[in-house]
């Protein structure tokens, strides 16, 4: 089973950039769909994006649509994202999830996957 693990988060000031990573072992990453997700402080998990297990089919959160982007590379066994425009409320905890998925199907809450990372902090300052 595949055990993911996040880094990249960080403090950034309002509108700047940031990329989170996820590096996946344990298990043949190409065979995952992979989610991001992420909880602010008193506020319940909600998703972020997700992608397909070869990346063709793509979803984000109607909250990042156009200033997040989610890409992976089998290769290195690493999902990323990629946020712009960052505001304040996009602070939070994100995870990083996984699921088995061959298909194209459209997983866009938590309990939809199986296995999660720990989790890196990201800050936006107004």
């Known amino acids: 089973q595949v055990q993911p693990v996040e880094s990249g988060g960080g403090l950034v000031q309002a509108g700047g950039s940031l990329k989170l990573s996820c590096s996946a072992s344990?298990?043949?990453?190409?065979?995952?769909?992979m989610g991001w997700f992420r909880q602010a402080p008193g506020k319940e998990r909600e998703f972020v994006a997700s992608?397909?297990?070869?990346?063709?089919?793509?979803w984000y959160a109607d909250s990042v649509k156009g200033r997040f982007t989610v890409s992976r590379d089998n290769a290195k066994n690493t999902v990323y994202l990629q946020m712009g425009s960052l505001k304040p409320e996009d602070t939070a905890v994100y995870y990083c999830?996984?699921?088995?998925?061959?298909?194209?199907?459209?997983?866009?809450?938590?309990?939809?996957?199986?296995?999660w990372g720990q989790g890196t902090q990201v800050t936006v300052s107004s």
């Open positions: 999830a996984a699921r088995r998925s061959f298909g194209s199907a459209r997983y866009v809450t938590a309990e939809d996957y199986d296995y």
């Open positions: 344990g298990g043949t990453f190409s065979t995952y769909a």
């Open positions: 992608i397909s297990w070869s990346g063709p089919a793509i």
